[in-house]
């Protein structure tokens, strides 16, 4: 039975976790829907959790839409921290994002902050880590706001940040003991939403128009300058930008 369980072990964030793990000698277990572990409907998760001392949870749901993202962050969170008490775990992760514990209209914001209060009042140790935009997420904000040919997004900030830096604060987290408390981590610049997704569909060999808008919206809300934005005392990242899309399209290259 494995030590650290990583719920959504499969996915973008999930699997670089895994693999770290993984690479420090350390027994993870990926748990997904694709490995037979489904915490909406609970199949495989007893056996998955047995013997697990550490949990790390990145699952999210297969749309932003906020009736199903409601429902699956309440549902799948409190069968998941339900399971975690009786098999007597020691640490749940959470990732999150910045800006989902802070008043917006964000309406996938507002579901996944009704799954982090589950987990704060699960009684399982826990630490959440509310990480910024990932690099590698431009193509999906992208796709929440195109409109006709173009992409419209609000007037505000970004300071996104590597999936592989996200994933090795998420074990380095898993490591050391619970905090009982919201941490937050950013990439270590800061830019203008619309330049960040226009830079990254760029490389990408994507034309489309990016621009900021007054009626533009982030997945179905509207965002002050500074939503997106670690608050004082995040802790910052060391990859930049400019570099991740430089290894990226060297990778691509490399087929």
């Given at each position: 039975m494995a030590a650290f369980v990583v719920i959504g072990g499969t996915g973008q964030i999930g699997a670089k976790t895994v693999?770290?793990?993984r690479a420090r000698g350390l027994d993870a277990l990926a748990a997904s829907p694709r490995t037979g572990v489904d915490t909406l409907s609970g199949h495989g998760l007893d056996p998955a959790l047995t013997g697990?001392?550490?949990?790390?949870?990145?699952s999210k749901p297969h749309t932003?839409?906020?009736?199903?993202?409601?429902r699956f962050f309440t549902a799948a969170t409190t069968r998941l921290m339900h399971a975690e008490r009786a098999h007597g775990i020691k640490h749940h992760i959470g990732l999150s994002i910045v800006g989902s514990d802070r008043p917006h209209d964000i309406p996938f914001y507002r579901a996944k902050a009704v799954g982090e209060q589950i987990v704060r009042d699960a009684g399982v140790p826990w630490t959440l880590v509310h990480a910024t935009q990932f690099f590698e997420f431009a193509p999906a904000i992208a796709a929440?706001?195109?409109?006709?040919?173009?992409?419209?997004?609000?007037?505000?900030l970004v300071q996104p940040a590597s999936g592989a830096d996200?994933?090795?604060?998420?074990?380095?987290?898993?490591?050391?003991?619970?905090?009982d408390e919201d941490i937050e981590i950013a990439g270590p610049e800061q830019m203008p939403l619309a330049d960040?997704?226009?830079?990254?569909?760029?490389?990408?060999?994507?034309a489309r128009t990016v621009r900021p808008d007054p009626a533009g919206l982030y997945f179905g809300g509207h965002l002050e300058t500074?939503?997106?934005?670690p608050r004082a005392g995040a802790r910052i990242l060391p990859t930049r930008f400019s570099d991740w899309m430089l290894a990226s399209?060297?990778?691509?290259?490399?087929?």
């Open positions: 693999a770290r793990l697990a001392s550490v949990v790390i949870d990145v932003h839409d906020a009736g199903p993202a409601r929440s706001a195109e409109i006709g040919e173009e992409v419209l997004l609000p007037d505000a996200v994933a090795d604060v998420l074990v380095e987290v898993a490591l050391d003991a619970a905090l960040f997704i226009t830079r990254a569909l760029r490389a990408r060999g994507d500074d939503t997106l934005l399209t060297e990778e691509r290259a490399r087929g």
